[in-house]
């Protein structure tokens, strides 16, 4: 594991939006995508993580990531912002385009070492995450649970929320994926995902490094 230097945010900034995987930066930095259902918390946990309020847009709508959104964090990895699933206010083709685009992206981008799946943990365990989890399980893409908005629950009932979802994935699932339990508000599960990312982006630079 890298030192704590490496895990620290120097700087975060916007780099580009785009509406298919052929205009994604080029380049070769690791990307972490961050998806979930419409209303999670994404944009709110990413502004958490990077510690740079408003760099990802928060809007009372959901629905409102419409592309695959890149930030370039310390000049060295990219975090990638992804359009939420399971918005209804919109048109069964305009949802189709978007399950298109997600689905390209996560499937042909080379440079993606991890996606985080949140999880609103006020809610129980949801059909529509279960079953992008199974997916992206079926296709062999790594991935890890980031649950969100535990700052509105009591202790006892987080705990709660946490063992309901860790047991519904063990109906099926043979093993639990890593997951972080998180709070844009209090900051909880912050320095546990950049070490995790630290972590894998040595990894990646190690795997790099040893191609011939």
Not at 41 to 49: A, P, Q, R
Not at 85 to 104: D, F, T
Not at 171 to 181: D, G, I, N, R
């Given at each position: 594991?890298?030192g ?12 580009v939006s ?7 930066p ?17 944009s709110s ?5 990077t510690?740079?309020?408003?760099l ?8 409102k990531?419409?592309?695959i959104?890149h ?16 918005y209804a ?12 685009m997600?689905?390209?992206?996560l ?7 991890c996606t ?5 943990t006020?809610?129980e365990?949801?059909r529509i995450?279960?079953d992008?989890m199974?997916?992206?399980?079926e296709?062999r ?7 969100t ?21 063990l109906?099926?699932?043979e093993?639990?994926?890593?997951y972080?339990v998180?709070?844009?508000?209090t900051?909880?599960?912050r ?13 990646y630079?190690e795997?790099?490094?040893?191609k011939?």
């Amino acid at each position: 594991m890298q030192g704590n230097d490496r895990q620290e945010i120097r700087s975060a900034r916007f780099l580009v939006s785009s509406p298919d995987i052929g205009s994604c930066p080029a380049g070769g930095l690791p990307e972490y995508a961050f998806i979930g259902r419409s209303n999670v918390g994404k944009s709110s946990l990413i502004n958490m993580l990077t510690g740079t309020r408003g760099l990802a847009k928060i809007s009372q709508t959901p629905g409102k990531t419409r592309l695959i959104n890149h930030f370039i964090i310390n000049d060295e990895w990219h975090l990638v912002d992804l359009p939420g699933y399971g918005y209804a206010k919109i048109s069964q083709q305009e949802r189709n385009r978007w399950k298109k685009m997600i689905h390209a992206y996560l499937l042909g981008r080379k440079t993606l070492v991890c996606t985080f799946i949140l999880i609103d943990t006020r809610h129980e365990p949801q059909r529509i995450d279960l079953d992008f989890m199974a997916w992206m399980a079926e296709n062999r893409l790594p991935f890890v649970l980031a649950f969100t908005k535990t700052d509105k629950l009591s202790k006892t009932g987080l705990a709660g929320a946490v063992k309901d979802y860790c047991d519904e994935l063990l109906l099926s699932w043979e093993e639990l994926p890593a997951y972080f339990v998180t709070s844009a508000r209090t900051g909880a599960g912050r320095e546990a995902m950049l070490a995790f990312i630290s972590e894998n982006n040595l990894l990646y630079r190690e795997y790099l490094s040893g191609k011939p």
